[in-house]
Every structure is written in structure tokens, then in C-alpha cells.
């Protein structure tokens, strides 16, 4: 199946560490000072 290819995996993996990073970023900038 289409989720079985690595193309897809890597995508997706691509949007989770993307999301990750805008995630950490708006905490920060939500909470400045504080370490979480």
C-alpha cells in the first residue's frame, strides 16, 4: 500500500519534526524563561 513506501514514511516523518519544531517554538515564545 501507498503508507507501506519509504517516499511516504519519510514524508511524514519530514511533517512530524516540522510540527515538532513550530510546536517547541510557540511554547517558548509563550512561556519565555521557562525551561519545559
Do not use: D, H, T, Y
Not at 10 to 35: D, I, M, Y
Amino acid at each position: 500500500s501507498l503508507l507501506r513506501s519509504p517516499e511516504v514514511v519519510q514524508f511524514l516523518q519530514k511533517q512530524q519534526q516540522l510540527l515538532n519544531q513550530q510546536v517547541l517554538e510557540q511554547r517558548q515564545q509563550q512561556f519565555p524563561g521557562a525551561s519545559i
